[in-house]
């Protein structure tokens, strides 16, 4: 059973930090490309930052420069860093993984359950 599980969220002050991490569980032999999604309530889920197997990254224009996405294929982790927060960026933060490589089987449009971030003074 692979499973996407997402850790670090939380409630952190206007221009604070936080780091969101992202686990793939199970075995595993590789990971396409990985995402970040957020979903504020009451609007649609979009992506924020996409990180190619091959290290390739692209970010959504309202976080670029303050968000840093980044993985490690070993562990099949991915983490997103994020500074100079703002209230704005309040929402549920969601993994996703667009085809995950099993012994046995090949996954597509896998989610995590999400993590919920807040910012707020």
């Known amino acids: 059973q692979v499973q996407l599980v997402e850790s670090g969220g939380g409630l952190v002050q206007p221009g604070g930090s936080l780091r969101l991490s992202c686990a793939a569980s199970?075995?595993?032999?590789?990971?396409?490309?990985m995402y970040w999604y957020r979903q504020a309530p009451g609007k649609q889920r979009d992506v924020v930052a996409i990180?190619?197997?091959?290290?390739?990254?692209n970010y959504a224009a309202s976080v670029k420069g303050r968000f840093t996405i980044s993985r490690d294929n070993a562990k099949n982790t991915v983490t997103l860093q994020m500074h100079s927060l703002k209230p704005e960026d309040t929402a549920v933060y969601y993994c996703?993984?667009?085809?995950?490589?099993?012994?046995?089987?090949?996954?597509?449009?896998?989610w995590g359950q999400g993590t919920q971030v807040t910012v707020s003074s």
């Open positions: 996703y993984a667009d085809r995950i490589y099993t012994r046995s089987q090949l996954l597509t449009d896998v």
């Open positions: 990180i190619t197997s091959g290290g390739h990254t």
């Open positions: 199970g075995i595993i032999l590789s990971i396409e490309s």
